[in-house]
């Protein structure tokens, strides 16, 4: 069985943590839906029909005004076509690089209570999920 993730695990968010708060970066996202959202009882979404897809993009409108706040953008966004490297057993729905001005931005739109309360809508969206932090490099023509 492959291994899901949705959340950071208490290592890899303390990696995130120790690296620079002030610098920009860009973080990575590759979604993976559920067929149908998974809400917990006594949502105010559950039990609605709702696709993850469809509750993803609740997510998205609600903590859209937070991640802009904060001074975030989406720089690319992509629809998966097919894995070329990689596991064959891995298939990802949607992808996005989100940038922020720095960590710090970051950690502020995470720690917002109403950030806090949208996120439940990314939850219950996801099946799998990767969340990637990268520094931004020099774009080109070249790979190295």
Sequence with gaps: MTEVYIDPSPANFQSF???PRNTPIHMLNLLLYRDLADYPEGHEHAGKGWSGRRAYEEYGKT???IFKRVGGSIIWRGKFETMVTGPEVRAWHDGFIAQYPNAGAFFEMIKDPDY???VVNRT??????RLIRFAPGEAGEEFG
Aim: charged residues 20%; glycine residues 6%; without cysteine.
């Design 17 to 19: 943590k120790d690296l």
């Design 124 to 129: 219950a969206a996801l099946t799998d999920s």
């Design 63 to 65: 903590s859209g005004p």
């Design 116 to 118: 806090q309360q949208a």
